[in-house]
């Protein structure tokens, strides 16, 4: 390793002296002037986890659903997952070295990982169409080079995408081809399968509005338009032309508010959807005959998905043991129809999508959503062998019912959550079922619920058990929460530190939003005097 090109090229990328920055699920985030030096640095250790994988990694230039002057960088590792939890200490130990002490620290973590420094490396790149990425990414390729590594630039890609070209270039295109007709294909060819398997697809023409939160799940979706045409008619909003990034629009403003994006134009009973800046996030709605909106979120998104699942299985007579996977945000009254209803079982994690995902590879087929519709389908390598043996043996309903779990298989992106995957996922179930998306709503009606804040002095006072959704400490607050539950029908709440901010987050539901509110409340005046709350206490009703 030349540590002395290394740090010549790295005074062209030079640190602010100061700047502290932690790698977290969604890599590097911050003001884009900030991150000319932590992008040079992921190059330089992409190429380190490369040789020590010997496979090929990737590197991801976004910032998701951030406003369009933040910008960030993540790393993908060989199967198409997020970066190995020592490897991100790795990272914020790389980014935050001061310029003197850099290259002694890309020497430590060598060392530490025992990187054979011969072996040769092969990173693959990937931006969003944020005005700051196209410079952003060629200071990754800096750092790249600068150790010798080799590198293709895809240029403008969705996150998903990358995830997946970096699992088909480690897999010998065994998923698939790592191009983006290959991924198009891919997607494409398996709706068609699957939807082709409807008896009657009652709406000839079926169109779907998408709001594109101005950002590259548009150029994308345009690309793949004409894949799916004969089954699908989308209707682009926000796609960028005009308008900025994930402003006043995409699925974290959608969900966030309650409401419509700017600039979509909605009838009564349309199905519309809203993907987020990056196209790794996805949420339905539609506005009833009175004008009312309403919001379809990952929970029902994971419930949609689940029972056509379970339903398939059911058919073939499969054991496969299939399990939803939810946060304590969940909304309980999916867990209830999960449970009681369809008779799936539903296990939860800890918030965060690396907790979701680790959990969901424990079952032969594992479905995950979070409430803001970051999610997918994973099936274990002995589920899909058995599938696509099962779609090739059995006779008639059986056979078409393990034909139509294959084609599952290939359309779900089970990388990572995919906007465009899943989008066509929810296309084909309701096709399939014959749903609308008013009947797809009326499954379960969710509880009204209510999420609060409250400022504390440290919020490591407070730590929790049974996936946060108990308190350990301080003394007396479970307790105290459990006397105020007792109170309501249909109701349940937890407090959890946030993990970046000195807040308690509140979340409380209940069988009227009068009553959510007046739990939550109680539960935040709890949380300010018995787990050291400054300012003023909590209001009711701010």
Known sequence: MDLDAVKEHSALHAKPSGLVLQYGTAGFRTKAEHLDHVMFRMGLLAVLRSKQTKSTIGIMVTASHNPEEDNGVKLVDPLGEMLAPSWEEHATCLANAEEQDMPRVLLDISVKAAVSLQQDAFVVIGRDTRPSSEKLSQSVIDGVTVLKGQFHDYGLLTTPQLHYMVYCRNTGGQYGKATLEGYYEKLSKAFMELTKQASCSGDENRSLKVDCANGIGALKLREMEHYIAQGLSVQLFNDGTKGKLNHLCGADFVKSHQ????????????????????????????????????????????????????????????????????????????????????????????????????????????????????????????????????????????????????????????????????????????????????????????????????????????????????????????????????????????????????????????DSQENADSLAHAVSLAVFQLAGGVGEAPQLGL
């Open 259 to 510: 409401k419509p994006p700017h600039g979509m134009e909605m009838k009564s009973n349309e199905r519309c959807c809203s993907f987020d800046g990056d196209a790794d996030r996805i949420v339905y709605y539609y506005l009833d005959v009175d004008g009312h909106f309403h919001l379809i979120d990952g929970d029902k998104i994971a419930t949609l998905i689940s029972s056509f699942l379970k339903e398939l299985l059911l058919e073939i007579g499969e054991s496969l043991n299939i399990g939803v996977v939810q946060t304590a945000y969940a909304n309980g009254s999916s867990t209830r129809y999960l449970e009681e209803v369809m008779k799936v079982p539903v296990y939860c994690t800890k918030t965060g999508v690396k907790h979701l995902h680790h959990k969901a590879q424990e079952f032969d087929i594992g479905v995950y959503f979070e409430a803001n519709g970051h999610g997918t389908v994973l099936f274990s390598k002995a589920a899909e062998t058995k599938i696509k043996q099962l779609a090739r043996e059995l006779e008639d309903k059986k056979r078409k019912a393990a034909k139509m779990l294959e084609n599952v298989i290939d359309l779900i992106n089970q990388t990572a959550g995919d906007a465009v995957s899943d989008m066509l996922v929810i296309e084909a179930v309701l096709i399939l079922k014959g749903l609308t998306v008013q009947q797809w709503d009326a499954l379960y009606r969710d509880l009204p619920n209510r999420q609060l804040k409250v400022k504390v002095a440290d919020r490591q006072v407070i730590s929790t058990t049974d996936a946060e959704r108990q308190v350990v400490t301080p003394p007396g607050l479970q307790e105290a929460i459990n006397d105020l539950v007792k109170k309501y029908k249909l109701s349940r709440a937890f407090v959890r530190p946030s993990g970046t901010e000195d807040i308690v987050r509140v979340y409380a539901e209940a």
